[in-house]
């Protein structure tokens, strides 16, 4: 028997089962849209940290405080990185 590179099937199902599979395809791409980026820009980061200034990022990047990746003059910062920062440094209450 020969194989065959580019083989099509015609699948055939009711229109109910149709939406139903289409419905679950949907709802995928959804939850993955909704997740945010692993890796944030230096903006982000500030904001998270609620950092004004450069100095003091880098300043926490380069003590190893948080994690970072650096590809030619970009540097991006890990999400949960930045998130165990803030909640290593929370004060209890009393």
Known sequence: MEEFKDV?????????EFDRRLERVYQRVIAQLKQP?????????????????????????????IS??????????RRSSLIEFIEKNELKKF
């Open 8 to 16: 099509q099937q015609i699948v055939v199902m009711t229109e109910a």
């Open 37 to 65: 980026p692993e890796h944030v820009n230096e903006t982000t980061a500030l904001q998270m940290l609620g950092l004004r200034s450069k100095t003091s990022l880098w300043k926490l990047r380069s003590s190893g405080a």
């Open 68 to 77: 970072y990746s650096k590809m030619g003059k970009i540097i991006l910062y």
